[in-house]
């Protein structure tokens, strides 16, 4: 420990100290650096940056299918004309992003080789949301270097801004590639409009051209769209299929090779972590941080081999770190039928019915104060619970006696559930602190 914290002090050494502790805590601190030791440690990783999702490889393995499509069309770009408008739809972590990006680098390399304008701008729609901001950031994206951002955040009709796109669009000349990412998430939020004006650039630009290409992993967001703009976007669809389990092994390979020390992975790791994400659904992103957290835990016990239990452990970590802030966010009344789902367990229930939740629901509210929703409101919300993926809510046939829910929760046992929940509300430590009186089973 490097350093000592007195408890005849009663203070925290880095807390306001008066002076003759501060004496003590600086000559302490100079006897060495909390980061000394840790840096010393010998890492397992070349470059970690490789595992990260940001990092792009040079090469992406088992899409090619896919980037061959991309390619054929946007290669009319580089001809001068207006590649078709497309939609890349695929589950999470499917490469679409990656594959686009890729293909979009080689695009605008070639066009500087050739002396041809191509322009690939790719936007978030998740962090950038509404068809004003999407407009404007795609417009400041066309400044020159020495010119400053000028549209303003919020503020101008959105009409001014489009007509400021087209104007400066006009001005470089050359092909846009449009790449709305995300973009399910836009048009679920602000309808849509943007595409309509988008997909609708090329009437209003003489000099210019632009195409727009839409990634999606909600395969039904085009139910959102209207006829006309969906026949205009939906030009050219690709799916991204679920990568399998010898498909990951060979990214994972690729990235292990330029990101971990050779020999740092016993031969069980890369197929643990690829079966496990291909279970999932196939998701490259959940593999590789698999293969990262579990070269991290390695790490930190100083093993010089990554095995099987750190991948366990990598797995448990990264269930835990996911559902953790689903749970903290939770509404009030949500936390509450989950903790009388709980409370059921604590005294031993399995497969618990709605009555059961109900029941302990009902004197939760009670004792803390909280208003009672009907039994068919419980009933809803935990549908909702199940939904998402913090209990199981099975519909079973009781013959005669009608239908009924068995519920159980299927949280990881080694999340404190209680203490999140407890933590995150005051009113949910007092639903925990309370005894319940439980219906008789027959
Ligand atoms: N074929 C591949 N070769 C190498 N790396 C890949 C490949 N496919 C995906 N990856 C990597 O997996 C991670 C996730 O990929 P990407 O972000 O492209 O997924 P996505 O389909 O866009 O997912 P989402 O729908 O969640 O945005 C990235 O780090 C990416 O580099
Ligand atoms: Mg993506």
């Known amino acids: 420990m490097l350093i000592t914290w007195t408890r005849t002090h009663g203070r925290h050494p880095l807390a306001a100290a008066p002076a003759a502790d501060k004496d003590v805590m600086e000559t302490t601190i100079m006897s060495g650096n909390i980061f000394d030791e840790i840096l010393t440690l010998k890492s397992l990783f070349i470059n970690k940056e490789v595992l990260r999702h940001s990092y792009l490889p040079n090469t ?19 001809k001068g004309h207006i590649p078709s408008n497309m939609i890349l739809y695929g589950v999470t972590g499917a490469g679409k992003t990656a594959v686009t990006k890729y293909v979009c680098k080689q695009l605008q390399m070639k066009g500087e080789k050739i002396g041809r304008k191509v322009f690939p701008v790719l936007v978030n729609c998740r962090q950038i949301d509404t068809q004003y901001r999407v407009l404007a950031h795609l417009s400041n994206t066309l400044l020159e270097e020495f010119e400053a951002p000028d549209i303003p955040f919020t503020g101008w009709p959105t009409d001014r801004v489009f007509k400021e796109l087209v104007k400066r669009m006009e001005r470089r000349g050359g092909v846009y590639v449009i790449i709305l990412d995300e973009i399910d998430h836009l048009i679920k939020k602000a309808g849509d409009d943007l ?54 092994q060979e990214i994972l390979h690729d990235r292990a090779v330029e990101g971990i020390e050779e020999n740092a992975l016993s031969q069980d790791v890369i197929p643990l972590c ?80 709605t009555g059961e939740v109900f029941y302990i629901y009902k004197q939760a509210c009670t004792r803390v104060g909280l208003s009672l929703l009907s039994a068919r409101r419980v009933s809803g919300l935990i549908s909702n619970l199940d939904m998402l993926g913090l209990i199981t809510a099975n519909t079973v046939s009781k013959g005669r006696y009608g239908r009924s829910k068995q519920i159980n929760s299927c949280l990881p046992d080694n999340l404190d559930v209680k203490t999140i929940m407890s933590n995150s509300e005051s009113v949910i430590a007092d639903v925990f602190a309370h005894s319940y009186k439980h219906q008789s089973r027959l």
Not at 63 to 72: A, G, K, Y
Request: charged content about 25%; hydrophobic content about 40%.
């Open 60 to 78: 992406m393995i088992h899409r090619e299918e896919e980037i061959e499509s991309l390619s054929f069309n946007l290669v009319e770009a580089l």
């Open 195 to 248: 595409l309509y004006n988008l997909t609708n650039l090329n009437s209003e630009l003489n000099e210019a051209r632009a195409c727009v290409i839409g990634i999606s992993n909600d395969l039904k967001f085009t139910d959102y769209l209207d006829p006309r703009v969906r026949s205009r976007l939906g030009q050219q669809d690709i799916i991204f299929n679920p990568y399998n389990a010898e498909q990951l």
């Open 274 to 353: 690829s079966a496990l994400a291909a279970q999932e659904h196939g998701d490259a992103r959940c593999a590789l941080d698999l293969l990262r957290v579990s070269t991290e835990k390695a790490e930190k016990e100083s093993a010089e081999l990554v095995e099987k239990r750190h991948v366990r452990a990598a797995q448990a970590q990264i269930e835990c770190d996911q559902i953790t802030p689903v749970i903290r966010t939770l509404p009030t009344q949500q936390k509450i039928v989950l903790a009388a789902v709980m409370l059921n367990e604590y005294n031993g229930l399995k497969n618990i019915q």
